[in-house]
């Protein structure tokens, strides 16, 4: 499919998972243990797409989340979080931040996890979107 790139960014900071609701005295509620993540990621967005108009039609968008550990870089990081609960927390960031206006537009994902090892460098997530071109 011709996807073309809208724009690639690094996001500093531990990837953390879009936790579950709970549910407490009758009433859901999120708890708060990725607001720090997502807000970090939002930031970076915004910071990226200034000027930019929102992405309209269907998106693709590749994660690769790096973790703190000490295997060699490059190893497939295979503990917890979840890839998927990982993605819907860089998802509902860029949400937030207005790279598209819903993340249901998103048609491609590929998210992957690895170990920055000591020598490879930063914790946190390289984020590439691109667009459908017709």
Request: net charge neutral.
């Amino acid at each position: 499919m011709p996807w073309t790139e809208a724009t690639s960014f690094f996001v500093e900071g531990l990837p953390k998972a879009q936790p579950r609701p709970r549910f407490s005295r009758g009433h859901a509620y999120n708890p708060s243990s990725a607001d720090g993540w997502k807000a970090a990621v939002e930031v970076a967005a915004r910071e990226h797409f200034k000027g930019r108009k929102p992405l309209e039609g269907p998106v693709t968008l590749h994660l690769l989340c790096f973790f703190p550990g000490i295997k060699k870089g490059g190893e497939w990081h295979t503990k917890t979080p979840d890839v998927d609960n990982v993605a819907k927390a860089i998802m509902d960031a860029l949400t937030a931040a207005g790279v598209w206006a819903d993340d249901s537009q998103v048609a491609e994902l590929h998210v992957s996890k690895a170990y920055t090892g000591k020598a490879m460098g930063k914790v946190g997530a390289a984020i590439g979107l691109g667009e459908w071109t017709e």
